[in-house]
């Protein structure tokens, strides 16, 4: 009995301190449909993760060959962020705390024409 106690007290306590320590939302990834381009090394949303925390984003370039064109852009089409990352960058911070709430969009876009895009929220 004081096992089977120990054990679900120590559950408890992962599942806690794991919600805990998570405190950005991670922002899903995903490909444009094909636009023909370069058929090497292609940009692919394995080669990179973003997160939203407190209305940063955050960018952690995994791979990355050739310069990629980041930009974010508003529900009612408002660019409101553009940069190009150099292959050396490894990460990047976008601060969107000043932007109103709603529904962005986020696009990495390479020289072979490849886009990828995520969609995330502003509250």
Known sequence: MKRKMISVLLTIVMICSTTFFVKADQVEIRRTKSQGGVRSILLDPSHLMV????????????????DVNVSVVSSDGRQVHQQVISPQTSSVDIDLSGEESGVYMVYFTDATGVCLYGKFVIL
């Open 51 to 66: 997160n939203l925390n407190n209305n940063v984003i955050h960018v952690d370039f995994l791979f990355l060959l050739r």
